[in-house]
């Protein structure tokens, strides 16, 4: 595969069924967005990312006047790539961002943002986990916030992920004060420019506590609202293998270092 097989691939910088999006005809879009870019980091994701970015763009045609998706393979061993990069030859608004190898969820985030050319961009992931009609619930907000965040409601994994998502969520509100309840919840929606703003480091999980610790600390007006959470229907998820893990807390180490509590940015 190619750059010039495949016009919108982009190279990585080095640094059960789900039910579709419903296109109803009526939806209120008076308050939609100028531009989009929806960023689905995946890996090993061959069986969910046509989903995926079908429901991307079904979404983001009903709340975004332009919009492209940007899929970020971070080194997939199946062919979540030659899926991807089919949708981008079919569609050019559909455009393929490539690791080499598995760089993990931070720099596969981190590449997607770069990437990125609309006025908003929606981080969120390729596992069909998401219902991106909820959406539309964050439009109003979009007007007095620069950053969006999700919580999931009844979240939908193992008992053992949430019961470990529970205590790294009073991890990152104990260590560095972030004000959100569900701090890793992959549905956020930023403005580019502030993104443009704050420098991102993490290569693994702790990039989510990156980013709204340091949107904060550029003086962010952060909103954080509810979306609904639905079951894998395909794939394993990677957030609670023993390398992401140590990974994550090996990070959290070195950002401590360079972040402070951020409550009192929010008062």
Not at 168 to 197: G, H, T, Y
Request: charged content about 25%; some cysteine.
């Amino acid at each position: 595969m190619t750059a010039e097989a495949v016009p919108q691939l982009l190279t990585g910088r080095r640094h059960s069924q789900v039910p579709a999006p419903r296109p109803e005809a009526g939806r209120p879009t008076t308050t939609g967005l100028t531009g989009l870019s929806i960023v689905l980091p995946c890996f090993n994701e061959e069986p969910n990312i046509g989903e995926a970015v079908r429901q991307a763009t079904a979404a983001a045609r009903l709340f975004s006047d332009r919009h492209e998706v940007i899929v970020v393979d971070d080194g997939s061993y199946d062919d979540t790539a030659r899926v991807a990069a089919n949708l981008a030859v079919a569609d050019r608004r559909v455009r393929l961002v490539l690791h080499s190898d598995n760089r993990g969820y931070g720099a596969a985030l981190r590449s997607g943002i770069a990437a990125a050319r609309m006025p908003w961009v929606l981080l969120t992931d390729a596992d069909l986990q998401f219902d991106l009609l909820d959406l539309e619930e964050f439009l109003p907000f979009t007007e007095s916030s620069d950053l969006i965040v999700g919580y999931r409601i009844a979240r939908q994994d193992p008992l053992g992920r949430r019961a470990c998502a529970a205590g790294w969520n009073w991890l990152m509100r104990s260590i560095f004060e972030i004000p959100v309840q569900d701090v890793d919840c992959a549905f956020k929606l930023v403005r580019a420019d502030l993104l443009e703003r704050i420098e991102l480091v993490s290569s693994g999980a702790v990039i989510s506590a990156e980013l709204i610790a340091k949107s904060l600390q550029a003086g962010a007006r952060l909103t954080e609202h509810g979306v609904h959470h639905l079951p894998r229907p395909a794939g394993e998820q990677s957030g609670a293998s023993p390398r992401v893990i140590v990974r994550a807390f090996r990070e959290l180490l070195e950002l401590r270092e360079i972040l402070r509590p951020t409550a009192h940015l929010t008062g």
